[in-house]
């Protein structure tokens, strides 16, 4: 075991490969305790591969991962009594009630008055009303709600959510969210991995951008919006042939043309003087702008960018 007392999550040059393929490449992540940290990228980008491995359920074929200070590869029992896992489909018995299900896992898990627990939780994920009905007669959200109360179970310090709002109305996003953040208040470690963006904005203290099992860049929200230092802006107009003229006409500032059709979107520096140029000239080609709207970099700018970048797009 070694200290950690700030750091929860620490991972040293984590290596995996299938079959001849690398689905990690030295990976190297540090979270800690009680943060929201969260690992983004799309699909096959080895995001699951990361969660198994850190839960012991896959071994890495070099680097190390410690976790609450046990050694993942070397104290995979310790390890697994500090942490909880909530998969990418929620893991409970259809044939059971939510208040069944709860209580099974606190027996399975010789846990100290499991049936009072189990109340407590189901109060807490707000599923008490519906707590004697068969999980069967679930919607989405309400599974969702009972595989993280199951999760929560024994109070593990660090929890890993992979992808855990895939397939959730925006309703039952909201509704999830708000639960990551309170056990995150709580002083609960949370590792969650995500494809979606505007997920990671909201809820991340920190956030890894994983592409082909590399990290390509990692920091708070703010810092890699910075990455992009100039966002854009959007020009309307009454007509699609003065879109046409505009288009043509702003070359140089890279345009495309907005999904909504009536409008182009031209890179920016930010700077009055660009915005004042791009202005006069469509003023003295008689095109006249009915919108102006300056956008700063999004997250998802920032990924699609640094995605492309190592594409080669």
């Given at each position: 075991?070694?200290?950690?007392?700030?750091?929860?999550?620490a991972?040293?040059?984590?290596?995996?490969?299938?079959?001849?393929?690398?689905?990690?490449?030295?990976?190297?992540?540090?979270?800690?305790?009680?943060s929201?940290?969260?690992?983004?990228?799309?699909?096959?980008?080895?995001?699951?591969?990361?969660?198994?491995?850190l839960?012991?359920?896959?071994?890495?074929?070099?680097?190390?991962?410690?976790?609450?200070?046990?050694?993942?590869?070397?104290?995979?029992?310790?390890?697994?009594?500090?942490?909880?896992?909530?998969?990418?489909?929620?893991?409970?018995?259809?044939?059971?009630?939510?208040?069944?299900?709860?209580?099974?896992?606190?027996?399975?898990?010789?846990?100290?008055?499991?049936?009072?627990?189990?109340?407590?939780?189901?109060?807490?994920?707000?599923?008490?009303?519906?707590?004697d009905?068969?999980?069967?007669?679930?919607?989405?959200?309400?599974?969702?709600?009972?595989?993280?109360?199951?999760?929560l179970?024994?109070?593990?310090?660090?929890?890993?959510?992979?992808?855990?709002?895939?397939?959730?109305?925006?309703?039952?996003?909201?509704?999830l969210?708000?639960?990551?953040?309170?056990?995150?208040?709580?002083g609960?470690?949370?590792?969650?991995?995500?494809?979606y963006?505007?997920?990671?904005?909201?809820?991340?203290?920190?956030?890894?951008?994983?592409?082909?099992?590399?990290?390509?860049?990692?920091?708070?929200?703010?810092?890699?919006?910075?990455?992009l230092?100039?966002?854009?802006?959007?020009?309307?107009?009454?007509?699609?042939?003065?879109?046409?003229?505009?288009?043509?006409?702003?070359?140089?500032?890279?345009?495309?043309?907005h999904?909504?059709?009536?409008?182009?979107?031209?890179?920016?520096?930010?700077?009055i003087?660009?915005?004042?140029?791009?202005?006069?000239?469509?003023?003295?080609?008689?095109?006249?702008?009915t919108q102006?709207?300056?956008k700063?970099?999004?997250?998802?700018?920032?990924f699609?960018?640094?995605?492309?970048?190592?594409?080669?797009?």
């Amino acid at each position: 075991m070694v200290d950690s007392k700030e750091t929860v999550v620490a991972v040293r040059d984590l290596q995996k490969s299938y079959k001849g393929q690398e689905v990690l490449k030295n990976i190297n992540l540090s979270v800690k305790k009680g943060s929201i940290f969260a690992l983004l990228g799309s699909n096959g980008a080895g995001k699951t591969t990361t969660i198994r491995i850190l839960s012991t359920l896959l071994k890495a074929d070099k680097g190390s991962a410690f976790i609450n200070g046990f050694n993942v590869s070397k104290e995979p029992e310790e390890v697994r009594g500090v942490i909880s896992l909530t998969g990418q489909y929620a893991a409970v018995d259809e044939g059971l009630s939510g208040r069944e299900n709860l209580r099974m896992i606190g027996k399975l898990r010789h846990l100290p008055e499991a049936n009072k627990k189990a109340d407590e939780l189901l109060e807490r994920v707000d599923l008490l009303d519906a707590a004697d009905k068969r999980v069967a007669t679930y919607s989405g959200g309400m599974r969702r709600r009972l595989d993280l109360a199951m999760s929560l179970l024994g109070n593990p310090p660090v929890i890993f959510l992979d992808e855990p709002t895939t397939g959730l109305d925006p309703q039952s996003r909201l509704s999830l969210w708000q639960m990551i953040k309170e056990l995150s208040a709580a002083g609960t470690t949370v590792f969650l991995t995500t494809q979606y963006l505007e997920e990671a904005d909201h809820l991340a203290d920190h956030i890894a951008i994983l592409n082909k099992g590399e990290i390509v860049a990692e920091g708070t929200s703010r810092d890699l919006k910075k990455l992009l230092p100039h966002g854009h802006i959007e020009l309307g107009f009454h007509q699609v042939g003065e879109v046409r003229a505009a288009f043509k006409l702003l070359d140089e500032f890279h345009p495309t043309i907005h999904p909504e059709g009536q409008k182009i979107i031209l890179s920016t520096d930010g700077s009055i003087k660009q915005m004042t140029d791009m202005l006069n000239r469509l003023d003295q080609a008689e095109i006249s702008v009915t919108q102006l709207t300056q956008k700063q970099p999004t997250l998802e700018d920032v990924f699609l960018t640094i995605i492309g970048e190592k594409e080669g797009a």
